[in-house]
């Protein structure tokens, strides 16, 4: 091993995720730390060979470290790409150019589009710690972006990461603004506008906060996690899949911006319009659809918040080349029967198959927006969409497109039950008068919830219907016993979940 | 040991400073991080007894904690007061109830007292992530704070700890509003107003990111970590105290927000305002006399920053029964020779005995402010102060009683020199053009200051003086040869720290 020098010290690797946030572990005694004076949750900047990267530091009191090691965390350990025992220098970063653009933010001067490039290179390479990014996004907040910055903002956004290319044209996308459980319509909306022939590349999310994303619901029916050379043949050979974007950095800052954005529940009609749009500008897309369920217990919960962002989605999207539409929809309740992975694939294998039990909530929004989305690409005009989907569906030429496109993935799975399940019943007999879509998902994540793909909640009821005492109201599924346990006693706890009245 | 329910882990002290974020180290394979869904950087909820914290999940890989078992970092385990192998409690946090009135803040609505209150409640509770701190910081930046929002905010962070009361009155105080370093008046000051019949109990702080806090240059010349019986014990022989005010609790909200705004580096001066203003009214003091050094590289950094700042703390101060003088001074280059602790004590020694060697800038600066002082607390006409503070000083008056408060606090100490020194000379002859405030902290801080109290920077020079070639302008000190190296090579390759000018 060679000396190390008074700044080095021996990386190690500490097997801690602090998921984006990079974090080095340093001894108090440490020569560097007494050297250069740092204290806990100090910015430090590591360098080895030609990289380098800033992390937050824990002063670590114990004997798990030595004195002339740095521990990383799984962020920094990548980031850095060290090896164990490498000798890494360490010092004091020199301070973000970019944040002082920020400040002036803060203060009220507007970002121009140089300002904003740099500020989202610094975030996606990791320089800016998550107070800085709070920072950065509370500015921003509060409805303070105006379009120029929106769309400025966007761009930046689309070249911090890759951006794919087709050869086809129109390339249609679609997105929904979200908080509304077993919403899972893009299944059934990819496999009708392709059989009408249009380019529809979906690229979808996992879960992070919800019992699922597309991407889990696909998963169960086939395989998503596929190269940019696979997704390719897929789409030439059907003209559309459903796939999970994550192996490819579409606008990799998002990741970052979006981390800090959950947390503090400040809602940015400016920055969630950026975060669409440079996801699906990214993906190459020309013309996309948005769902925008509107209630309560749904992400956007007003007709007033509604106006604010449809608009900032509409004209930032007409500014950057990306034919933008913006579909309502009622965000009341649930759409269809199934939240998680496999209960949202059953329900969307039943209407795609047309099956008698198929949900008609599921497959009249899905009809809706494939009506939208067959306009929006041109196969349909205006008005006659609906229709043209609804023979699509019913003719049995959207299943068959569905089916080409999981054996183009991988293959066409079955989705598997859960073993445990346990009725959760009305409390009185009744009518049902309102459903909390967020505690609702709480219970399906308590069960297991995108982890254990079978895990989740059956709803039996919807607004509006009459129970009788002890109906059950909803099914929770449940992959192990505790699970099921855990999951019954947060909706023991929680009967406003579906709330029943008795008829005055 | 009982048996673990199955939202239950067992604690387990993890050694590791993360300052005043309270963080958690949890298995991902463990039972609750499965049930929750937690993910790394999540906020969870850990109770034990009657006790409970949130704090921020780091999620832990490898074998260095059990499943069964919850990490705590420091900051988590002091606050939860658990033992080794106790079994606490984890689960999801409530969300913060106060944190949507920073929401509204965001969006334009002013804070009402009530409000204010209640964010600092639950900071002061470790309620909030560093993330939401900085949010609040921001959405109260931009001198976006109304005078009535500065005064409540004031009131909620007295509130939010210990409040001192005095029989005496008046109960003078003093503030330097930083960044410039070797600006030690305050021992000085307190000597004179005690020995003209003032009251002064003066805590101070240690450095955080200085080479040197008041705290820590007194703390070479008495005791300055004293019980408050004791404090009370000095005020009352003495009439003044030099202590520190760590182990008080005074404005501890202030601390956590300090945190979060310093590596923003937001200029606010309503948190400013609130920040010294608390201190001050905490402590129990009636009159306080600020100290404003203005100059490129100090704190305030223009004449309309400072006219803000000004306004701010005397509104705010005549708002809260605070009788509050600022005093403009030069902030162009440091005070006095010395930066370290043994070296600014030195310096303090030297003006208070009226040696040879006394630093005339230090001298005349104590003496401007003292006067302020003295006619603040009624004890001179306004335009005597300087003159019955120079009368003080000259006649030994100020010494006398300045040994006597430091007896009291325990005994004077005699300041021991460091043992290795090494100049930093002039690279033409020429005339001293301008000083780096910020890097010749950096250096001191190198040279292992405030840790090393002997280590820091002796200035040989002043602005506009006339210096040979290869004359020192500078010498460091240092305790250790290795931290003198580092100290130097910093200097070497910062020459602008004390820029020459040839003559032309």
Redesign the interface.
Known sequence: MSTAR?DQLRARR????????P?A?MR?NC?VC????F???A?VRIAHDERSIIATL?????Q?LAPSEIGL??AAWHALGSHSGDLVSVSHPE?VES?SSV?SK???KPFDAAALHDVVRDITAGRY???????F???C???HMTLEETVALTRAMVDSGTRLAWQQNPVMDKHCVGGLPGNRTTPILVAIAAACGLTIPKTSSRAITSPAGTADTMAVLAPVELTLQHIRRVVDSEGGCVVWGGSIALSPADDRLI??ER????DSSGQLTASVLSKKLAAGSTHLLIDMPVGATAKVRSAAAADVLQHSLEAAGAALGLQTRVVRTDGTQPVGRGIGPVLEAIDVLAVLRNGAGAPPDLRQRALLLAGHLLELGGKAAAGDGIALARKTLDSGAAWKKFEAICIAQGGLRKPRRAPHRRPVVAPCAGIVGSIDNRRLARTA??A?AP?SPAAGVELCVRLGQRVEADAPVYLIHAEAP??L??AAAYAAAHPEIVSVKEPS
């Open positions: 008074q500490m097997g801690i995720d602090t998921y984006h946030e974090v572990f108090e020569a007494r050297a250069e004076g204290k806990a949750m910015r824990n002063v670590v009191r114990g798990s965390s799984e301070p944040f400040r803060i203060y009220g710690s998550s107070i800085e990014i709070a920072a996004v509370t500015a907040a509060g409805n981390q800090v947390p503090l529940e400040i994540k308590l297991g982890l505790g699970e346990d855990y």
